[in-house]
């Protein structure tokens, strides 16, 4: 079974950083993409980072380019996102997301419980 437990929420003044992991099990860690998906009160789930276990490479969304970092720890199954100069509109309940493949759409097949970051200005 697949299990993601997502950690490292909370609130944080806008200029902070935060570090969110995804631990995840139930599966070849190599063999899949680990998402970052972030969802505003009000607003569609969007796409922040893509993981690719294999390739060990990372896809980012614009918004956050240059603020966020996705690392990895294959030897913990552990993905991480290292999120810098937070403003407010970061603001979201934060999920990691797995599948085969980098899905741009929030289509992955399984996810984590999510985790709530609060950015306050």
């Known amino acids: 079974e697949v299990q993601l437990v997502e950690s490292g929420g909370g609130l944080v003044q806008a200029g902070g950083s935060l570090r969110l992991s995804c631990a995840a099990s139930g599966f070849t860690f190599d063999d899949y993409s680990i998402a970052w998906f972030r969802q505003a009160p009000g607003k569609e789930r969007e796409r922040v980072s893509c993981?690719?276990?294999?390739?060990?490479?990372?896809a980012y969304a614009d918004f956050v380019k240059g603020r966020f970092t996705t690392s990895a720890d294959n030897a913990k199954n552990t993905v991480y996102l290292q999120m810098n100069s937070l403003k407010p509109e970061d603001t979201a309940i934060y999920y990691c997301?797995?599948?085969?493949?980098?899905?741009?759409?929030?289509?992955?097949?399984?996810w984590g419980q999510g985790t709530q970051v609060t950015v306050s200005s």
């Open positions: 997301a797995a599948d085969r493949y980098c899905y741009t759409r929030p289509v992955f097949g399984s």
């Open positions: 993981y690719q276990s294999g390739s060990r490479s990372t």
